[in-house]
Nanobody
C-alpha cells in the first residue's frame, strides 16, 4: 500500500511561481511512475506531468515550458515546479503514483492564481 504526502500550493499572483512536493512514505519501491493531476471546479481531473522510473518526463500541452517535474533528494519524491502561473492553472492538484497493478492518490493541495 502506497501512501502519498503532498506539500506546497497556496495563493499566487499571475506570473508567479509555486512548488509542489510529493513523498511516497510507504510501499514506494513498487512505484513505476509518479506524477501530478489537477481538477478545477466543475471540471474533470486532468493530467499535468509525470516522471517514470527511467526518468522519462511527460507534460500536458497546457503546461509545457512553464512547469517542470523532477525527483526530490530521495527517489520516492516528486517535485512540480510551476512558473509563469496563469489563472487557468487554478485547481486542486493531486499527486499520483502508479505501480504495475494500482493507482494511488494524495489528498490534494489547492493552487489559486489570482490578483
Amino acid at each position: 500500500q502506497v501512501q502519498l504526502v503532498e506539500s506546497g500550493g497556496g495563493l499566487v499572483q499571475p506570473g508567479g511561481s509555486l512548488r509542489l512536493s510529493c513523498a511516497a512514505i510507504r510501499g514506494w519501491w513498487g512505484i513505476t511512475i509518479m506524477g501530478w493531476y489537477r481538477q478545477a471546479p466543475g471540471e474533470q481531473r486532468e493530467f499535468v506531468a509525470s516522471i517514470n522510473s527511467d526518468e522519462a518526463l511527460n507534460y500536458a500541452d497546457s503546461v509545457k515550458g512553464r512547469f517542470t517535474i523532477s525527483r526530490g533528494a530521495a527517489t520516492n519524491t516528486a517535485i512540480l515546479q510551476m512558473d509563469s502561473l496563469k489563472p487557468d492553472d487554478t485547481a486542486v492538484y493531486y499527486c499520483n503514483a502508479k505501480t504495475l497493478t494500482q493507482d494511488y492518490w494524495g489528498q490534494g493541495t489547492q493552487v489559486t492564481v489570482s490578483s
